[in-house]
Antibody
């Protein structure tokens, strides 16, 4: 059974940094791209970033480009989102999700499994 | 980055059929872009309903169907049930395969 567990969300001040992690299990991790999607309180879904199975290719939404970095450790079946220069508008639940099709780059694929999310609050 | 446009809300009575549209442009939902659909119940993570325009993951009832034409896509839900009441989102990507975008979401109310 596929399982995704996010961690690392917390209250952080504007301008601060935070590192989110997602531990995956139940599938051949290195064969699948992974993505991060966020949802601000009471708002819709927003795609944030994705990374290919090998970790060689990473993709970002314009709103986070230059501030967020996605990476993965295929030896530990984890994907990480490093967030810097955080702003109030980054406040959201951050979901980790698995891309459905093996070999997809990550920026285009359907997301067939999702974690329960971790809350990031940016406020002074 | 462009936005996918969905109606904010739709409604229907139990047993009826409703459709939810998702409109992009030549940069998003172009000829070669797939559209995916998700259902999100309150307080839960999204669930994949339709992938690559028309395909249902195993376990999704055939009451749910997807279609795509040009720069628009639609999700149809037949035989509405009370537990279909949820938020529905479309997702597609740019022609350069470098980013994805979600629609603004559509709240389905079962009357």
């Amino acid at each position: 059974e596929v399982h995704l567990l996010e961690s690392g969300g917390k209250l952080v001040q504007p301008g601060g940094s935070l590192r989110l992690s997602c531990a995956a299990s139940g599938f051949s991790f290195s064969n699948y791209a992974m993505a991060w999607v966020r949802q601000a309180p009471g708002k819709g879904l927003a795609w944030v970033s994705a990374i290919s199975g090998s970790g060689k290719n990473a993709y970002y939404a314009d709103s986070v480009k230059g501030r967020f970095t996605v990476s993965r450790d295929n030896s530990k079946d984890t994907v990480t989102l490093q967030m810097t220069s955080l702003r109030a508008e980054d406040t959201a639940i951050y979901y980790c999700a698995k891309v459905r099709r093996r070999g997809t780059t990550g920026a285009t694929g359907a997301l067939d499994y999702w974690g329960q999310g971790t809350l990031v609050t940016v406020s002074s | 980055q462009s936005v996918l446009t969905q109606p904010p809300s739709v409604s229907g009575a139990p047993g009826q059929r409703v459709t939810i549209s998702c409109t992009g442009n030549n940069s998003i939902i172009g000829t070669d872009s797939d559209v995916h659909w998700y259902q999100q119940l309150p307080g839960t993570a999204p669930k994949l309903l339709i992938y690559s325009n028309i395909h249902r993951p195993s376990g999704v009832p055939d009451r749910f169907s997807g279609s795509k034409s040009g720069t628009s896509a639609s999700l149809a839900i037949a035989g509405l049930q009370a537990d279909d009441e949820a938020e529905y989102y479309c997702q597609s990507h740019d022609s350069g395969l470098t980013y994805s975008v979600f629609g603004g979401g559509t709240k389905l109310t079962v009357l």
